[in-house]
């Protein structure tokens, strides 16, 4: 037998880049309450005359929040079209011309052509292909650079500093896509990046009464990126996605789910600095046990922070998720403990998707 070789080796997520309105203000709230560290700066103090940049850190996890300083530029449409919301998913290479080369040449359309960037730290390449919607993804090649974050960013060394939250990687990132482009952006991964469909569920995995929505999901080749791509499916009222999708305007990043290694406190201490979480019926409690036999953690914990469980065959695992953190009902976060488990939750779907209907009602978008 014979094994492909990948022809787009990567070791990881690099950062996730937001455009929003006021990146001071988000670079406070992530550090505040979720527990992001302080990492690098770009602005006009660093020659920039149309943006800001901060980024942020928290183990592997780095996030860039930029705003624009000028009317019109792409990162004041984007906001103004999509409200904050995820631009780039970066993904951390050894080699950016290759992996630029390859996709483009499999029908990814070019963002960015390979470049070489550099100051006083050393170099890196960048180079970046367009996904779904307005998101892209940046190839980022940093073996020769030894700076915080990129060049043309100087560290970030405020005195406000917070405690971090435990969080430490992106586990999955979840995109919406529109009505019948599921099956698309599923093939843009395969084809052009050489992705493998992991697991895959229909319309009758995930549904309630009004609401439904179909998800695949797409992984690397190992393993450290996963891509699950939902698009909405017929009900007889307005789903998630699809309410995402009336708000953000497009295609977007729905959610990013960060792994933590104790999820009893990440929750908690995200609880007490203001995070707001979908909660389910107590009554979940009552029978969760019964569906995934037994577990390391309190129930009653587990219930007081609503943290959901569920179980495959390689294991189980914990999760819960933020309500929307913006004033749109856009982009939220899930915080996962893995446990065994590979999968991302199916058999909390059902209850979920209740809970997020008793939000949707109270904003009238059900
Ligand atoms: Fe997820």
Same mark, same amino acid.
């Given at each position: 037998?014979t094994t492909?070789?990948d022809f787009l080796?990567?070791?990881?997520?690099?950062?996730v880049?937001f455009y929003?309105?006021?990146?001071?203000q988000?670079?406070?709230y992530y550090?505040t309450?979720?527990?992001?560290?302080?990492?690098?700066?770009?602005?006009l103090?660093?020659?920039?005359?149309d943006r800001?940049?901060y980024?942020l850190v928290q183990?592997?996890i780095r996030?860039?929040?930029t705003?624009?300083?000028?009317p019109e530029?792409e990162?004041a449409m984007?906001?103004?079209?999509?409200?904050?919301?995820?631009?780039?998913?970066a993904?951390?290479?050894?080699?950016?011309r290759k992996s630029?080369?390859?996709?483009t040449e499999?029908?990814?359309?070019?963002?960015?052509e390979?470049k070489i960037?550099?100051d006083?730290?050393g170099e890196?390449?960048?180079?970046?292909?367009? /996904?779904y919607? #307005?998101t892209?993804?940046?190839?980022? &090649?940093r073996?020769?650079?030894? %700076?915080?974050f990129?060049p043309g960013?100087?560290?970030?060394?405020?005195?406000y500093?917070t405690?971090?939250?435990?969080l430490?990687y992106v586990d999955?990132m979840?995109?919406n896509?529109?009505w019948?482009?599921?099956?698309?952006?599923v093939?843009?991964y395969?084809?052009?990046?050489g992705?493998?469909?992991?697991?895959s569920?229909d319309?009758k995995?995930?549904?309630?009464e009004y609401?439904a929505?179909m998800?695949k999901?797409?992984s690397?080749?190992?393993?450290?990126?996963?891509?699950?791509?939902?698009e909405p499916?017929?009900?007889k009222?307005?789903?998630?996605?699809?309410e995402?999708?009336?708000?953000?305007g497009n295609?977007?990043?729905?959610h990013v789910?960060m792994?933590?290694d104790?999820i009893?406190h /990440?929750?908690? #201490?995200?609880r007490?600095r203001?995070? &707001?979480?979908?909660?389910?019926? %107590?009554?979940y409690?009552d029978?969760?046990?019964?569906?995934?036999?037994?577990i390391?953690?309190?129930?009653?914990q587990?219930?007081d922070?609503g943290?959901?469980?569920?179980?495959?065959d390689?294991g189980?695992?914990?999760?819960?998720?933020?309500?929307?953190v913006e004033?749109?009902?856009?982009?939220?976060?899930e915080i996962?403990?893995r446990?065994?488990?590979?999968s991302f939750?199916?058999?909390?779907?059902?209850?979920?998707f209740e809970a997020?209907e008793?939000?949707?009602e109270?904003r009238?978008?059900l």
């Amino acid at each position: 037998m014979t094994t492909q070789e990948d022809f787009l080796p990567i070791n990881g997520t690099d950062y996730v880049e937001f455009y929003v309105g006021n990146a001071k203000q988000a670079a406070f709230y992530y550090q505040t309450a979720f527990g992001f560290q302080p990492l690098a700066y770009a602005g006009l103090e660093t020659g920039l005359k149309d943006r800001t940049s901060y980024v942020l850190v928290q183990d592997k996890i780095r996030f860039v929040f930029t705003s624009s300083l000028i009317p019109e530029s792409e990162i004041a449409m984007h906001a103004m079209k999509h409200g904050d919301g995820v631009k780039v998913v970066a993904l951390w290479v050894d080699d950016a011309r290759k992996s630029w080369k390859e996709t483009t040449e499999r029908g990814a359309v070019s963002y960015m052509e390979p470049k070489i960037e550099q100051d006083s730290n050393g170099e890196v390449v960048l180079s970046g292909i367009h /996904t779904y919607g #307005e998101t892209v993804h940046i190839f980022v &090649e940093r073996k020769n650079y030894k %700076g915080p974050f990129l060049p043309g960013y100087v560290a970030w060394n405020p005195e406000y500093r917070t405690k971090d939250a435990g969080l430490r990687y992106v586990d999955h990132m979840v995109g919406n896509v529109g009505w019948n482009e599921m099956n698309t952006w599923v093939n843009f991964y395969a084809e052009t990046m050489g992705f493998k469909q992991l697991v895959s569920f229909d319309d009758k995995d995930i549904s309630t009464e009004y609401t439904a929505l179909m998800s695949k999901v797409m992984s690397n080749g190992n393993g450290r990126i996963k891509f699950p791509i939902n698009e909405p499916a017929e009900g007889k009222k307005r789903s998630q996605v699809e309410e995402y999708l009336d708000f953000y305007g497009n295609s977007g990043v729905q959610h990013v789910a960060m792994a933590t290694d104790n999820i009893l406190h /990440t929750v908690s #201490e995200l609880r007490r600095r203001g995070i &707001e979480f979908l909660t389910v019926p %107590g009554s979940y409690y009552d029978t969760v046990l019964n569906r995934v036999g037994s577990i390391d953690e309190e129930i009653l914990q587990l219930r007081d922070l609503g943290i959901l469980v569920d179980r495959d065959d390689e294991g189980y695992l914990l999760q819960i998720f933020t309500k929307p953190v913006e004033d749109r009902p856009t982009v939220f976060y899930e915080i996962i403990q893995r446990k065994g488990a590979k999968s991302f939750g199916k058999g909390n779907f059902q209850a979920l998707f209740e809970a997020i209907e008793l939000e949707q009602e109270k904003r009238g978008t059900l």
